[in-house]
């Protein structure tokens, strides 16, 4: 069974960082590229980051371009999100999730979705 | 930037039929998924590419893209289908999500 178990979220002054990870077991981690997904409280889905099986493409959403880093340790079956500069409106409940190819495309889908990580931006 | 609109609420009769429309710019030339969210989970793949469904999902949820929109539909509603749905498509590599009808089952 495919597992994905996000941790590292809690609660962060604005400006300051943290950093995401993701536990990938159930199938072969570096076969496929991987993504994060947000959803501000009460919100809707945001796509924010990408990243390829080998780390060779990397895509972010606007909102989070040049503060968010995104990257992986296929050894480690591990995910990661490095988030810098963090502001209030950065306050979600982060989800990992898998791609079905090894790089995502026009016609990628998220399946499944971790049961995600709270991160809160509060002074 | 890319948009995708969803109408915020639909809402059914146990057993009729719900028409979730999607609406973006040439969406049709686009792929588009689905998911469903209940309330307190995460989200769970409904549809892909248009008018997939993976296995495990039942035969009375499908879908369909052409022009401006994609359409979710659920045939034969049932109470547990009352949940959050979201279309998502792609646009230059960037993950782009609708924003989201609540379906409610009365």
């Known amino acids: 069974e495919v597992q994905l178990v996000e941790s590292g979220g809690g609660l962060v002054q604005p400006g300051r960082s943290l950093r995401l990870s993701c536990a990938a077991s159930?199938?072969?981690?570096?076969?496929?590229?991987m993504h994060w997904v947000r959803q501000a409280p009460g919100k809707g889905l945001e796509w924010v980051s990408g990243?390829?099986?080998?780390?060779?493409?990397?895509g972010y959403a606007d909102s989070v371009k040049g503060r968010f880093t995104i990257s992986r340790d296929n050894a480690k079956k591990s995910l990661y999100l490095q988030m810098n500069s963090l502001r209030a409106e950065d306050t979600a409940l982060y989800y990992c999730?898998?791609?079905?190819?090894?790089?995502?495309?026009?016609?990628?889908?998220?399946?499944?979705w971790g049961q995600g990580t709270l991160v809160t931006v509060s002074s | 930037s890319y948009e995708l609109t969803q109408p915020p609420s639909v809402s059914v009769s146990p057993g009729q039929t719900a028409s979730i429309p999607c609406s973006g710019d040439?969406?049709?030339?686009?792929?588009a998924c689905w998911y469903q969210q209940k309330p307190g989970q995460s989200p769970v793949l409904l549809i892909y590419?248009?008018?997939k469904r993976p296995s495990g999902i039942p035969e009375r949820f499908s879908g369909s893209n052409s022009g401006n929109t994609a359409t979710l539909t659920i045939s034969g509603t049932q109470t547990m289908d009352e949940a959050d749905y979201y279309c998502?498509?792609?646009?230059?590599?960037?993950?782009?999500f609708g924003t989201g009808t609540k379906v409610t089952v009365l």
């Open positions: 999730a898998k791609d079905p190819g090894s790089n995502w495309g026009t016609d990628s889908w998220f399946d499944p």
């Open positions: 159930g199938f072969t981690f570096d076969d496929y590229a």
């Open positions: 990243i390829s099986w080998n780390s060779g493409t990397t």
């Open positions: 040439k969406l049709g030339d686009k792929y």
């Open positions: 590419q248009d008018n």
């Open positions: 998502q498509a792609w646009d230059s590599s960037t993950g782009v």
